[in-house]
């Protein structure tokens, strides 16, 4: 599904992926975790291919495609999906009609038909229930105005309603009290399946609780440095990232 | 000894004074006489008058226009994006009255209109040549709905030049959505007069949309005077002509009264528009709100200029300015000049302008989600005028408006 091999890349000519391995197969949820500053976000914005990273060296590919050599959107309309450890505030735009959008592009990209107004509303409030949220979410603007965990919900929906092959999971975590966490879990879980492969970047064990990973790597200084089952998480939540580092070092 | 040669604009006043001497109807008139004598002493302004900072008028120059003749082509076919707009409504072709395509409405008679003394060098211009318009009075408390009024500039060959003087009175309590396009093809000038009276409780909007020629010239003016607790609700959402001037010049006489002179400007190409507003708080309590966006591609220029006077009688006044601009390449500009004239001691006036590009974000934000870039461009530059629009209630014309803007940004790809 992903392969990412030897990748290196910064932003402003400062270096700060110093040659990334990693192989996330289909079907199974990797974590990265990593103490501020590792690389994760800068992981999560260079394969969504956010402007302004630079890629000097190795590779990323996708279902055997370049990753790198994709627009964000083409991206998209892959199958890769990030949700934003910042969710982005879209004043004037509505979310029905960003969401709408947003699957209709992506369908049109794929070849499929695209969704009539009446047909997305519907889907889109079957999602919003299942993912117990309220219903004037699709009313607002986007993410303006929303709570912390509104945003990260909004992210959650945007992915269910999306479907992506790939989600990479930018600190969702963070902000999140209990109850939306679980909310938040529960909505990458239901998506899981042969079909459904993540990354789930986190800081913290905390959420792994809730989204047991198959894979845990460990993220420092722009490499990775350890790899592990679920257990490795705890270990880290025991130990600290000093610990680790130290070790590997 | 080298003879003096007349600037661009001494041409181009000129040609509006041989074309005024030229027609004896016009030149016996004591008032459109008066007007072409100040003409003729100061000329059309230059950008040495403060008020003319930004706009220069020199295009007009070496443009031979003409009064209005008879056209062959009267230009109906573009009043087909007006088929959603129901109720009565007025056309004129080149500033003439059309009756074949007008549908009277009620309290509407047309002709040749009164004029007043011109205190702008746009409706001087006007008041010279001024020989039709619509005269539109609403009783007291009568609600007349909407009235769409129309102008279309049709040049075939000549470029012409129509200066039609529309005078718009609401009697107490009365009220009026008076929907104002202007639409064409050639080159021609548009300069169009409103002379508007808002009495005690009445409300009139006037929802414009200036998609004229882009070869054209729009210059307008509006004289607004509004009583004690009456509203003008103006919002004027700009798309054609090479170069447009519109002016706006509201007097809030009493107290309670309210001046909404809200607008966009959407440009490419050449294109210059100035949106020149003066709204005089000359009674207490009263509320004015200006919001103008523009939005700048290509090598366009955009002005805002507005002043806003309180006089000190005008305790408790309530101004807001704001002018923003997104400017979608390099060789854009904008320019932007909010003038406070503040002598009363108890008020609240605010302005501000912002200028910028589209937000990398949140362009990055709506690719990631798999929309492509001009879809992600054409979504933000519409969330940003969708607060300029969202109080325009009256739906027909807000569709109009949203055609119109979908269309200019077909248009240009950028």
């Given at each position: 599904m992903l392969e990412i091999k030897g990748l290196c890349a910064g932003i402003e000519e400062k270096e700060i992926l110093r040659g990334i391995d990693l192989v996330v197969p289909?079907?199974?949820?990797?974590?990265?975790?990593?103490?501020?500053?590792?690389?994760?976000?800068?992981?999560?914005?260079?394969?969504?291919?956010?402007?302004?990273?630079e890629v000097t060296a190795g590779t990323a590919t996708f279902e055997g495609h370049d990753l790198l050599d994709m627009e964000p959107e083409q991206r998209a309309a892959a199958g890769l999906f990030l949700a934003f450890q910042y969710p982005v505030e879209l004043p004037g735009v509505?979310?029905?009609n960003f969401l709408r959008t947003a699957l209709n592009s992506i369908r049109r990209a794929r070849g499929e038909p695209e969704l009539d107004a009446v047909a997305f509303l519907k889907m889109a409030r079957l999602e919003i229930k299942r993912l117990a949220m309220a219903d004037d979410m699709l009313k607002r603007n986007v993410n303006v105005g929303f709570s912390g965990g509104e945003k990260k919900r909004n992210e959650v929906l945007q992915m269910a309603i999306l479907r992506p092959k790939l989600a990479i999971l930018d600190e969702t975590d963070s902000g999140l009290d209990i109850d939306a966490l679980k909310i938040v879990a529960d909505g990458v879980n239901a998506s899981r399946g042969p079909d459904f492969s993540a990354l789930v970047i986190t800081h913290y064990q905390r959420l792994l609780d809730y989204i047991v990973p198959d894979r845990v790597h460990v993220?420092?200084?722009g490499r990775i440095i350890r790899s592990g089952g679920p257990e490795l998480a705890h270990e880290l939540e025991a130990h600290g990232y000093a610990g680790v580092v130290n070790e590997a070092a | 000894m080298s003879a003096i040669q007349p600037n661009a604009l001494q041409l181009a006043t000129t040609g509006f004074l041989a074309r005024f001497e030229g027609n004896s109807g016009l030149r016996t008139d004591p008032i459109r006489r008066r007007?072409?004598?100040?003409?003729?002493?100061?000329?059309?302004?230059?950008?040495?008058?403060e008020a003319w900072h930004f706009t220069?008028?020199?295009?007009?120059?070496?443009?031979?226009?003409?009064?209005?003749h008879t056209t062959h082509d009267h230009g109906?076919?573009?009043?087909?994006?007006?088929?959603?707009?129901?109720?009565?409504?007025?056309?004129?072709?080149?500033?003439?009255?059309?009756?074949?395509?007008?549908?009277?409405?009620?309290?509407?008679?047309?002709?040749?209109?009164t004029l007043n003394e011109p205190d702008d060098a746009v409706s001087m211009l006007n008041t010279m040549f001024a020989d039709d318009g619509a005269h539109i009075e609403i009783p007291p408390g009568v609600d007349a709905e909407s009235i769409l009024l129309v102008s279309l500039g049709v040049a075939d060959g000549e470029p012409v030049a129509f200066h039609p003087r529309h005078r718009i009175q609401l009697h107490p309590g009365a009220r009026l959505t008076l929907i104002d396009v202007s639409l064409g093809r050639g080159t021609y000038l548009n300069n169009p007069v409103f002379d508007i009276e808002v009495a005690e409780g009445a409300?009139?909007?006037?929802?414009?949309?200036?998609?004229?020629?882009?070869?054209?010239?729009?210059?307008?003016?509006?004289?607004?005077?509004?009583?004690?607790?009456?509203?003008?609700?103006?919002?004027a959402l700009t798309l054609g002509a090479r170069l447009a001037r519109m002016e706006v010049h509201a007097n809030l006489a009493g107290e309670h009264g309210a001046a909404h002179l809200n607008a966009a400007q959407l440009l490419g190409g050449v294109q210059h528009a100035d949106f020149t507003t003066v709204v005089a708080h000359d009674a207490p309590s009263c509320a004015s709100r200006q919001t103008v966006k523009n939005v700048l591609t290509g090598k366009s220029r955009g002005v805002f200029q507005g002043r806003i006077e309180v006089a000190r009688i005008a305790q408790k006044t309530d101004g807001y300015q704001m002018n923003q601009a997104l400017l979608l390449s390099p060789d854009a500009e904008i320019d932007s000049k909010p003038q406070l004239q503040i002598y009363a001691d108890d008020v609240k006036c605010s302005h501000g302008?912002?200028?910028?590009?589209?937000?990398?974000?949140?362009?990055?934000?709506?690719?990631?989600?798999?929309?492509?870039?001009?879809?992600?461009?054409?979504?933000?530059?519409?969330?940003?005028?969708?607060?300029?629009?969202?109080?325009?209630?009256h739906d027909q014309t807000r569709a109009l408006m949203e055609n119109a803007i979908e269309a200019w940004w077909q248009g240009r790809h950028i």
């Open positions: 289909q079907g199974e949820v990797h974590a990265i975790m990593g103490p501020n500053g590792s690389g994760k976000s800068t992981l999560s914005y260079v394969l969504a291919g956010r402007e302004g990273y509505g979310n029905a993220l420092s200084a | 007007a072409a004598e100040t003409l003729r002493h100061i000329g059309l302004p230059t950008q040495r008058e220069s008028l020199r295009p007009l120059a070496g443009i031979a226009f003409q009064g209005v109906h076919d573009l009043l087909a994006r007006m088929s959603g707009i129901s109720g009565p409504r007025l056309v004129f072709v080149n500033g003439r009255h059309d009756t074949a395509v007008s549908e009277m409405p009620d309290f509407t008679t047309v002709g040749e209109p409300t009139l909007v006037h929802l414009r949309l200036q998609d004229d020629a882009t070869d054209a010239f729009h210059l307008s003016s509006v004289r607004a005077n509004i009583a004690a607790r009456g509203t003008y609700d103006s919002f302008a912002t200028v910028g590009e589209l937000d990398l974000d949140q362009l990055f934000y709506l690719r990631s989600r798999g929309i492509s870039e001009p879809d992600a461009r054409a979504i933000l530059v519409r969330a940003f005028l969708a607060e300029a629009l969202d109080p325009i209630t």
